[in-house]
């Protein structure tokens, strides 16, 4: 990878939405040139998916919730068993295995409090081998979702 790469993906982080001849034209090169090496990146997996980003507010779920898992027991069997049941779980947005005192950190998005209750009875207290969990509500999200910096 070189500088020219590494311009297309800082751009890219900045507008998913820009063309391919106004990319081509910020890193000075030619609209083919661009593309082709914007579909190597692609190709190479430094590009692993292009998206939008929708505004919770607009969606009805502007409360953000972290919920710290610990497990009952700690075996590759309990972890793969948790994770599978989290996948299947449509407003798990990120789950992360962590090292200290939880197991997992879960990023949940929720209409509100009542809202996240009933999904924390109904189904995060059901999920296999979990002990206990810790809910975190974000009270200000001051940082969230940004480009990688390299």
Excluded: W
Excluded at 46 to 71: F, M, Q, T, W
Excluded at 72 to 96: G, M, N, V, W
Excluded at 105 to 122: E, G, Y
């Amino acid at each position: 990878m070189d500088k020219i790469d590494k311009k297309i993906l800082r751009l890219l982080q900045q507008d998913g939405r820009l063309t391919n001849a106004d990319l081509a034209e910020q890193v000075n090169v030619s609209p083919a040139t661009c593309h082709r090496r914007t579909h190597q990146l692609f190709k190479d997996g430094y590009i692993s998916e292009v998206r939008a980003i929708i505004n919770p507010d607009k969606v009805e779920r502007s409360a953000l919730v972290l919920v710290g898992v610990v497990l009952d027991r700690s075996t590759q069997e309990s972890f793969a068993t948790f994770e599978s049941a989290i996948a299947k779980l449509p407003f798990i947005l990120d789950c992360h295995l962590v090292a200290g005192d939880f197991d997992y950190f879960l990023k949940v998005r929720v209409k509100d409090m009542a809202d996240f209750n009933k999904l924390h009875s109904d189904q995060l207290l059901a999920l296999p081998s979990v002990r206990q969990l810790r809910t975190f509500f974000v009270m200000k999200e001051v940082k969230d979702n940004v480009a990688l910096a390299f």
